[in-house]
């Protein structure tokens, strides 16, 4: 085409379910989180935490060996993306382990010449979750928002909280609720536009 090279390339957005378990709502709604994603013209990309094992954080261990491959390999993915999604379970009212683990990993890896978690801070995240109860894992998601700041990593206000997921989806396997689209589309959009504005920055 005579005008490649001259449009940027399209965004990469990384999504990154917070649970491996077989059957999960959360890895279910993270291909649906895809699919919007590519339909608004970004490039998804789906991980499972499952390809990056990871001890639970130990600073003897860091200390002795450095930080784990897996979290290393886990970091350069997200610096491939221009914005990453959490879709993630709700346990008792908070994020899961796994998740706040590999958290807690990435922020501790450092790139050359960067200060530690740097590569967390320089693209936009946004929250997604889903859960079989009422409130969809909306608890989880304020306090993964506040573990975030935490971190200083920008996260966008559009959120998406899948209340009774079994029920969430048509034949299609597309969200059911107009209410939920409205969402997701929201979220997909804000994402869109604040890692293109973050990507100049680099
Ligand atoms: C849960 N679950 C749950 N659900 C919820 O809406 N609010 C909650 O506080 C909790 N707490 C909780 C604690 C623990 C220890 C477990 C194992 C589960 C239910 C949970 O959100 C549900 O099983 C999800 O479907 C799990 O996510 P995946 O694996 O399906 O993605």
């Given at each position: 085409a005579p005008l490649s090279g001259r449009w940027p390339a399209s965004l990469k957005i990384l999504v990154v379910p917070g649970s491996i378990r077989g059957g999960s709502r959360n890895v279910r709604l993270a291909a649906t989180v895809a699919a919007a994603f590519a339909e608004a013209g970004a490039e998804a990309t789906r991980v499972s935490l499952a390809d990056f094992p990871l001890p639970i954080y130990d600073a003897d261990l860091e200390a002795g060996s450095g930080v784990p491959e897996p979290a290393v390999d886990l970091a350069r993915m997200i610096g491939v993306h221009h914005g990453v999604v959490l879709v993630s379970p709700e346990y008792n009212s908070a994020p899961p382990p796994l998740l706040k683990n590999a958290i807690d990993w990435l922020t501790r890896v450092r790139g050359r010449d960067e200060a530690p978690g740097e590569v967390l801070r320089g693209r936009p995240f946004a929250l997604a979750s889903a859960s079989n109860?009422?409130?969809?894992g909306a608890r989880s998601l304020m306090m993964l928002r506040l573990i975030l700041a935490g971190c200083r990593i920008t996260v966008i206000p559009d959120q998406l909280a899948l209340s009774f997921a079994d029920d969430g989806y048509d034949d299609m396997d597309r969200l059911r609720l107009e209410s939920d689209n409205d969402m997701l589309r929201a979220m997909v959009a804000r994402l869109i536009d604040v890692a293109g504005q973050m990507r100049h920055h680099d």
């Amino acid at each position: 085409a005579p005008l490649s090279g001259r449009w940027p390339a399209s965004l990469k957005i990384l999504v990154v379910p917070g649970s491996i378990r077989g059957g999960s709502r959360n890895v279910r709604l993270a291909a649906t989180v895809a699919a919007a994603f590519a339909e608004a013209g970004a490039e998804a990309t789906r991980v499972s935490l499952a390809d990056f094992p990871l001890p639970i954080y130990d600073a003897d261990l860091e200390a002795g060996s450095g930080v784990p491959e897996p979290a290393v390999d886990l970091a350069r993915m997200i610096g491939v993306h221009h914005g990453v999604v959490l879709v993630s379970p709700e346990y008792n009212s908070a994020p899961p382990p796994l998740l706040k683990n590999a958290i807690d990993w990435l922020t501790r890896v450092r790139g050359r010449d960067e200060a530690p978690g740097e590569v967390l801070r320089g693209r936009p995240f946004a929250l997604a979750s889903a859960s079989n109860g009422r409130f969809g894992g909306a608890r989880s998601l304020m306090m993964l928002r506040l573990i975030l700041a935490g971190c200083r990593i920008t996260v966008i206000p559009d959120q998406l909280a899948l209340s009774f997921a079994d029920d969430g989806y048509d034949d299609m396997d597309r969200l059911r609720l107009e209410s939920d689209n409205d969402m997701l589309r929201a979220m997909v959009a804000r994402l869109i536009d604040v890692a293109g504005q973050m990507r100049h920055h680099d």
